[in-house]
């Protein structure tokens, strides 16, 4: 299994562009998450996903859209980038049911707004 | 979901034993207690959850006090290849929703 996979692992955009970071996992989870990690800090939930057709907003929504169209897809869009969203972002995968959270993290993306 | 506080930074030696506590005190009656692992430039990974008393796997073990006010990572042995930041999360066990809340995490540095 090649668990979560995001791609790409590095971008650096301008300001103003847009562009979507995909994220991929082949668990057959129910649940996926993005975060960003900014340097020397803990991660922030950005938007998260119960299943496909279902999205809601973390704690650092703005800026960034979602869909899920798919179980095993969730892109994160970034609709006109901004210096500060200059960040690491990850993607989360977990099982459902209520003794096992476990969450699966893909490599991140790095991610440079100029 | 449980706001959890933790020591920023901790420094051990090789093979001696680390001991790093949570606390929660604002835990619910359906929170679990889960502690992740980051090395950088890597996604967060899970090392262990508990509910109350002790867990033990294969990595560390995890004693939660009857009150579940708090919380403790051991890590027997210690490498330098256990240096990395740990995490400790409260997350809803019966209606879990994927969404996990990090505070910043306490980096432990492992020195030979």
């Known amino acids: 299994n090649a668990g979560v996979t995001q791609t790409p692992k590095f971008q650096v955009l301008k300001t103003g562009q847009s562009m979507t970071l995909q994220c991929a996992q082949d668990?057959?989870?129910?649940?996926m998450s993005w975060y960003r990690q900014d340097p020397g800090m803990g991660l922030r939930l950005i938007h998260y996903s119960v299943g496909a057709g279902i999205t809601d907003q973390g704690e650092v929504p703005n800026g960034y859209n979602v869909s899920r169209s798919t179980t095993e897809d969730f892109p994160l869009r970034l609709l006109s980038a901004a210096p500060s969203q200059t960040s690491v972002y990850f993607c989360?995968?977990?099982?459902?049911?209520?003794?096992?959270?476990?969450?699966?993290f893909g490599q991140g993306t790095r991610l440079t707004v100029v | 979901l449980a706001k959890t506080t933790q020591p920023i930074s901790m420094d051990s030696y090789e093979g001696q034993e680390v001991n790093i506590t949570c606390s929660h005190n604002n835990i619910a009656t359906n929170d679990y207690i889960t502690w992740y692992q980051q090395f950088p430039s890597q996604g967060p990974r899970f090392i262990i959850q508990?509910?109350?008393t002790k867990v033990t796997n294969e990595v560390a073990s995890l004693f939660i006090p009857a009150d579940r006010k708090s919380s403790t990572l051991s890590l027997p042995r210690v490498s330098l290849s256990d240096t990395a930041v740990y995490y400790c999360?409260?997350?809803?066990?019966?209606?879990?929703?994927?969404?996990?809340?990090f505070g910043q995490g306490t980096t432990l540095q492992v020195k030979p």
């Open positions: 668990m057959n989870h129910e649940y």
């Open positions: 508990g509910y109350k």
């Open positions: 999360l409260g997350s809803h066990g019966s209606s879990n929703t994927g969404k996990l809340i």
């Open positions: 989360a995968s977990s099982y459902t049911g209520g003794l096992n959270t476990e969450a699966f």
